[in-house]
């Protein structure tokens, strides 16, 4: 990999958020959120439309300010400073070049801004334009380029003023679904080569699971929970993490001294003790399977995911569960098959239920 950043050499700095609240009129955009990044870390934050993801990156940029709280990078109070003196670069889900600027002179427009002189302003853009694979359409106009590549001129200009911390908004939701993977891909590359503390904004679980350090997920103005993808992913915290990070069935069941009853099988439940009563409990389609013998249901559809499938199955209760199982078996619509609850539940809310997503 050719790059003249010195990967490694520029550490990133520390970011602090500490209880910050916005308030727009009656509705609170922010409400006490606290988040700490690791220098060189990317953080995802993580949430549905609204809970404040957007509201906290611009905070954090200078673009917006909290009506209370303090933003730190690298141990300096910013909170007062104004956006063009915090050193940080931004890319967000509109690609907004300039298109009739030359690729190159879009990347190198940061640089003029802070008075680089033009020879080094060109050498620096060419170098960031090839770190994101696009050296050799860097005289073209912004306006040729398709939205995948607009995105990575926007990454290289963002990165070309060698920022403290890198602020990503949505930057892939834009694009088609195979442009999206192959660019949060490069994106966590180069994010690694060039070791900026980046946070990056999502709706997307999967993405954020994909690329992040630590996810981070919002819900209503704060952050519900904080932890590595695994962490997330394996023992969330709470219904709502655990619907936001991951398929999963409701499955109606009583607990009793910390495992559920559901449909006649005894299931460990992860996380904190709860009282004991009627429950919905989380069960990850990967944690049922396909039995000689045991819960009896209908197949209603199955689908070929490349390395799984993922099988909907109805209960004599008429409610439908996802069971995701080998490639090698094939159940037919229609067919009758058995279950077996093979380990554990994720999480349990009491009954009535968690309201759907
Ligand atoms: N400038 C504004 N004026 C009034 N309300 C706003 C403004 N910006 C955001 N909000 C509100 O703050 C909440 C959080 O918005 P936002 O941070 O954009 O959410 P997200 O990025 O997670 O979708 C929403 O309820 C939104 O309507
Ligand atoms: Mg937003």
């Known amino acids: 990999m050719t790059t003249t950043t010195q990967p490694g050499t520029r550490a990133g700095l520390a970011v602090e958020l500490t209880d910050l609240t916005r308030v727009y ?6 409400d006490g959120l606290t988040l700490h990044l690791e220098p060189g870390e990317l953080v995802c934050l993580l949430g549905p439309s609204g809970c ?32 063009n003196k915090r050193d940080m670069g931004m890319v967000f889900q509109a690609y907004s070049l ?9 990347v190198a427009f940061g640089l003029k801004l802070r008075g680089v002189d033009k020879a080094q302003r060109s050498t620096k853009a060419g170098d960031m334009l090839d770190l994101v694979g696009l050296g050799v359409h860097k005289q ?22 060698e920022p403290s911390v890198l602020l990503l908004d949505e930057p892939l939701s834009a694009l ?26 999502t709706h997307d679980q999967e993405e954020a699971l ?29 219904a709502f993490v655990a619907n936001f990070v991951g398929l999963t069935n409701r499955v109606p069941g009583e607990l009793r001294g910390g ?3 559901v449909h006649g099988a005894t299931l460990p439940l992860l996380g904190a003790a709860q009282p004991d009563g009627q429950v919905t409990a989380l069960i990850r389609p990967e944690n049922i399977e396909f039995a000689p013998d045991g819960l009896a249901a209908t197949v209603v559809a199955s689908s070929f995911l490349g390395n799984v499938r993922r099988t909907q199955v ?36 009491p009954t009535p239920a968690i309201p759907s997503s």
Not at 98 to 106: A, Y
Not at 140 to 161: C, H, P, T, Y
């Open 52 to 83: 404040g993801k957007t509201t906290a990156l611009r905070i954090l940029a200078g673009l917006d300010e909290a009506t209370s709280g303090t933003v730190e990078v690298g141990g300096k109070d910013l909170t007062h400073t104004p956006a």
């Open 176 to 201: 088609d679904a195979k442009v999206r993977v192959q660019l949060r891909d490069e994106i966590r590359r180069v994010q690694l080569d060039v070791g900026t503390t980046t946070l990056f904004v």
């Open 98 to 106: 300039f298109p009739h600027m030359t690729v190159l002179d879009n």
């Open 25 to 30: 009129g009656s509705n609170r955009a922010l």
């Open 140 to 161: 073209k106009f912004a306006s040729q380029l398709s939205g995948g590549q607009q995105q990575r001129v926007a990454l290289a200009r963002a990165l070309a003023i």
């Open 210 to 238: 994909a690329v992040a350090d630590r996810v981070a997920v919002m819900n209503a103005g704060n952050i519900e929970q904080i932890g590595t993808p695994e962490e997330l992913y394996t023992q969330p915290s709470s």
């Open 259 to 261: 495992a559920v009853l």
């Open 314 to 349: 109805r209960l004599a209760d008429d409610s439908v569960l996802s069971v995701q199982h080998d490639v090698s078996e094939h159940p037919q619509t229609g067919d009758g098959v058995f279950l077996r609850f093979k380990s554990h539940a994720i999480s349990a809310s």
